[in-house]
């Protein structure tokens, strides 16, 4: 069952969060396939498409941009 998550926590334990996922594959949720919707953004395994993680954007979806943005530098 994928994890579900607020984008809040999500930002506060990204570095560290680790995945793992019934086919094997394990690694960070930076190593994962994210796809953004609309109010959440699914991190899914790069091996299987699995949905690993939910995280719920709802609050603020721009919080997200400004953070993916903060990551590219
Ligand atoms: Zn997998």
Redesign the pocket.
């Known amino acids: 069952m994928a994890q579900h998550m607020h984008i809040s926590e999500y930002e506060a334990n990204e570095a560290t969060l680790l995945l793992s996922?019934?086919?094997?594959?394990k690694g960070k949720t930076t190593e994962a396939n994210g796809e953004l919707h609309e109010v959440v953004m699914d991190i899914e395994?790069p091996?299987?498409?699995?949905m690993?993680l939910i995280v719920n954007l709802i609050v603020d979806a721009q919080k997200y941009f400004d953070w993916k943005e903060s990551k590219k530098e």
């Open positions: 996922c019934e086919c094997g594959w395994c091996k299987c498409d699995k690993l």
